[in-house]
């Protein structure tokens, strides 16, 4: 589960890098930069959730260490 996760945070930065570079810096609201900068906020939004399911199954082990 470690592997995967962290294989879904990559694929999400990669996201994010690519979708920077479909923006259009001189017009970012219009056209297919609108659609660039919901998938730069969906991508960041998946890598915090990614991030705070992995703390979460840390916390998990050290629980069930005790």
Known sequence: MKIFTTILIFLAI???????????????????????????????CAVFILLIFKMSKKIEEK????
């Open 14 to 44: 990669g996201l994010i890098i690519f979708n920077f570079t479909l923006l259009d810096y001189n017009h970012p609201f219009e056209g297919d930069s609108v659609v660039a900068l919901v998938g730069i906020a969906a991508a960041f």
């Open 63 to 66: 629980l069930k260490n005790q």
